[in-house]
Structure formats: C-alpha cells, structure tokens
C-alpha cells in the first residue's frame, strides 16, 4: 500500500517533513494531554452537572438579554492545573458551548505564564 506524502512540519521555521502535523520533535509541544489528565474525571462531571442543574441559564447570554440554557462549566481564571483553583466553585460558571468556546478561543487559548 503507498505512503502518504511528506509535508512540511507545522511549526514556524521547522523545515523537517512529516507524514503527521508536527515532526517528532515538535509533536510533543503540542500533544495536549486528556480531558482526564487535565482534571476532569467522574468527580468533576458529577460536580459539574450538580452545578448546572443549579445555575441553569447561561449568564453572558442573560446579561445580553437572551435567555440560553447553559451546557459548560466554565473556569472564570483558568487553572492550569492547580487543584485550588479547579475545585473552587466561586471560580466556577455556567456558561452556553457558543459563549465557553468565544471566550476560551480569546482568552485561554494564549497561556500566561508567571515567572
């Protein structure tokens, strides 16, 4: 059976070809780990459901005058990992798939790391 061909590794200036997006050195820049791996396991969606059944309409569409239903438990400041801040509730909202995915496209999707 023939191969695919190579093309060009996704990363800026990497001139490697690859049958995959990154060449080996740099897939394991962007390998996101698991939902799981994240923090995300059976105690977050029991938790979260239970929240949502609480906090049921979405409150960026409420504060633009539309009443959606909320589907996401969305972090306000990501946790990046830290159980703190992924545990506390006050950092905890109920937001619709199309606000969660807006505001973690602009906000989230560019890590700020402290040194």
């Not at 590794?9 to 820049?29: A, D, F, L, Q």
């Not at 105690?43 to 929240?51: A, E, G, V």
């Not at 798939?97 to 560019?110: A, I, L, N």
Request: net charge positive; charged share 30%; proline share 9%.
């Amino acid at each position: 059976m023939p191969t695919r061909p190579k093309k060009p590794c996704r990363y800026p200036g990497c001139p490697e070809m690859t049958v995959n997006t990154y060449c080996g050195k740099h897939s394991k820049i962007h390998n996101r780990p698991s939902a799981y791996d994240r923090g995300y396991d059976g105690k977050w969606r029991r938790l979260s459901k239970l929240y949502l059944q609480s906090h049921p309409l979405c409150i960026e569409c409420h504060r633009n005058g539309r009443l959606v239903e909320a589907t996401v438990v969305d972090h306000i400041v990501p946790h990046r990992g830290d159980p703190k801040l992924m545990w506390d509730q006050k950092n905890w909202r109920a937001l619709c798939k199309k606000c969660h995915d807006r505001k973690t496209g602009k906000q989230d999707s560019v890590p700020e790391y402290k040194f």
